[in-house]
C-alpha cells in the first residue's frame, strides 16, 4: 500500500509550497507510474459525441456524459465470472446503467440531480407495444393540434431572456398541450423530448461554466417548435423498437456521499465525478432545470447546490469539508493558493471541499461493494494560478488511505485549458494536465 507520509515529509523539506506538491507528485509517480494510453475518440471515457449517435443514449446531449463503448468496454474487462451488479455513483442521464442493462447486467446510478435523473428514468423504463402505440396516437394527435393555450413561464427572468418572443410563446404553449397528456409515460417521452431541444430554440447556448448568447440567432416560431418536438419524438419511438433493455436498473435520486444501501453490492463500479473545474451544473441546465419543473423557486437551486459536490465557487456550502480530507490539498495546495492572485479567493476552500467530498463518496462505497469490486473512476485534472491540481494522484492517495487497492492511474489524453493558465504553469509541469481513468480494488 502506498503511503506517502505527507504530514512528515513538509518537517523534512524546506522548500515552498509549490516545490513541495510537485515532488509529492513525482514520489506518488515513482511508486505508481502513470500509464499513457492512445484510445479511438470512440472509447475516451468522457466524450459523449459517440453516444449523439447511439440509439436511446442520443435522446439528450449531456455535457461530459460518457461514452457507451468505454463502460461497455470497462464493464467486460472487470466483469466477475458469477453475477454482476453495475453501480455509478454519480449517474448523470444513464449512460452506465442503460449499457449495462443492455449488456444484461443489473444496475444501479445515484443522482442529485432532479433533471438527470428524470431523464436517466425515461430512457430506462420498461416499455411495452401499449406505450408504443399511445405514443404514435399522441404523436398523430400533436401533428393536428391547435396550441390556443398556454403554461405560464418560469419564474426565473434569466432564462426567460435566453429566449426570442415568439421562440419562448411557442415553448410554452407545446408544454400545455404535453401536460393534458393522460398516460405518465407518455408524457414523461414528450416532456424529454421538449427538454433535449431547448438549446436550439434558445438565443443561447452552453459554454464553458454557463451559457453565452449565439453568435448567429435564428427566430424560431409555433411551427419549427412543432416540427422539432415531431423529429424527436419519432426518433425516441424508433429506438425503443430498436434497442430492448435485458434488465430495467433503478435510478436512485440520492447523494453518494450520504448514507445510502444499494439493493445488491456493487461488483462494477464506473463513474466520473464533477471535475474541480468550477462547473456549476444549476447554472449549466439552469433552462432546461426550469421549463422541466424541477426548478421552481431560488430555493429549489439552493437544495441542489447544498447537496452537490464542492466543484465550484458559485456557492458557499454549509457542512462539513474536513472529515475525509486530504494533506497535500489542505496543508500544500490550498496554502500555496492563498498566498496567489487567484479570480476567486473561495477557490483553496472549494479545493478543499471537493476532495473531502469524494472522500466521502469512497466511504459510503465501501458498504456497498462486494469483496473483489473493481472501481473505475473518470477524473480530470485542473490548474489554478499555474499550479497542477493532480486530481487522478490527489484521488489515489485518499482511496489508499481509506482501504482501497490502486490498481492504476491511465492517462487518456491531456486536457486544455485557458492562455493564462498556459503561460502560468510551468513546461515540465504540463504533463499533470490531463483526464485520467483510475481504477481501484475493493479487497477487504
Known sequence: MLNLNLEDSTKKYKKNYYEEIIELYEKFENKFPIISLKHSAENMPVNFNLSKTKPIHRWFTYKEGFSPNFVEGFVAKHKHADEN????PFGGIGTTVLQSSILDFPAFSNDINPMSNFIARVKTAKYAKVDFDDVDAQLKKFRVATFNKKCNPPDNETILNYFSKSGLEAILKVQYWIEKIDRPKTKEIFSLALLSILEIISTHKKDGNGVKQKKQVSDFDLMDVVFLLHEKVEQVLLDLRLVKLKKIPKVFHQSSFDPYTLPKP????????????????????LVELWFG????SSLDQKIFRQSSVVSHVHYKWDRRHDEYGNYLVNNLIAKHLELQELWDKKIPNMLIGYFNDLGKVLHELKPNLAQGATLGFVVGN????????ATDIILSEIAISLGFDLVSVESYRQLSTSSQQLKLIKEKDKKYLRESLVTLKWNK
Open 266 to 285: 456493487a461488483t462494477v463500479v464506473i463513474t466520473s465525478p464533477p471535475y474541480a473545474n468550477c462547473f456549476d451544473y444549476s447554472k449549466i441546465y
Open 85 to 88: 451488479v453495475v453501480f455509478d
Open 382 to 389: 485542473s490548474v489554478y494560478a499555474g499550479l497542477p491540481v
Open 293 to 296: 419543473g424541477f426548478f421552481k
